[in-house]
């Protein structure tokens, strides 16, 4: 069975502070893909990354960074020198292939001014 | 962009009404799915479509129903509602790739309450 645990239900930071959001999967297949989205309080998830099991570069996008380790079936998200318009709640997701999503619980980041 | 809309954004609705929730995308994806979140378990999903006149359950289709007449437009249906579909209706599409895993853009969902 497939699996996605987010053990943080809420995080509260301090705008700037740095913020790491951690996600576990759980996956019996050896091709799947990992996703994060960020559901900002309008509602709408917003896409994030998606990642191959093949591919296990750690990704950089500004502010945002993945880490992801197969040895440890983790996908985390580190948001540097956070912002208030970071506060959201965040998904990460797990695919196998041909198959459907599987979300996890969600984590709500507060950031605070 | 992808847009994703969803016809309403809050509904309130009384035990036992019939509820359509609607959900059209622009850009022309084959694929369409309808969620539901509740605190604590994240994203469900109730029905999806693949295709026009298509559907398929997904993992908590029980008390719904859906429909596909047009490729845009995915309908779900809530036969007789219950206080237990109270909830946050999240409808997304996707392309039709090759990938096994293409990415879901979502609408801004449906706060539905049931009295």
């Known amino acids: 069975a497939q699996k996605v645990t987010q053990a943080q239900t809420e995080i509260s930071v301090v705008e700037k502070e740095d913020v790491t959001l951690d996600c576990v999967y759980e996956?019996?297949?050896?091709?799947?893909?990992l996703f994060w989205y960020k559901q900002p309080p309008s509602g709408e998830l917003v896409f994030l990354i998606r990642?191959?099991?093949?591919?296990?570069q750690n990704e950089i996008s500004g502010r945002y960074s993945w880490n992801f380790q197969k040895s440890t079936s983790s996908f985390n998200f580190t948001i540097t020198a956070s912002q208030v318009v970071d506060s959201a709640v965040y998904f990460c997701?797990?695919?196998?292939?041909?198959?459907?999503?599987?979300f996890g619980p969600g984590t709500r980041l507060s950031v605070l001014p | 962009d992808v847009k994703v809309t969803q016809s309403s954004r809050y509904l309130v609705k009384r035990t036992g009404e019939k509820v359509f929730l609607e959900c059209v995308q622009d850009?022309?994806?084959?694929?369409m799915f309808w969620y539901r979140q509740d605190p604590g378990l994240g994203l469900r999903l109730i029905y999806f479509?693949?295709?026009?006149?298509?559907?398929e359950k997904g993992d908590i289709p029980e008390g719904y129903s859906v429909s596909r007449e047009k490729k845009e437009r995915f309908s779900l249906i809530l036969e007789s509602a219950s206080t237990n579909q109270t909830s946050m209706y999240l409808c997304?599409?996707?392309?039709?790739?090759?990938?096994?895993?293409?990415?879901?853009?979502f609408g801004p969902g449906t706060r539905l309450t049931v009295l």
């Open positions: 997304a599409s996707s392309p039709p790739g090759t990938s096994g895993a293409d990415t879901q853009y």
């Open positions: 996956t019996r297949d050896t091709t799947y893909y």
């Open positions: 990642r191959n099991s093949f591919d296990e």
């Open positions: 997701a797990l695919v196998n292939y041909g198959q459907n999503f599987v």
């Open positions: 850009m022309d994806h084959e694929n």
């Open positions: 479509s693949y295709d026009v006149k298509m559907k």
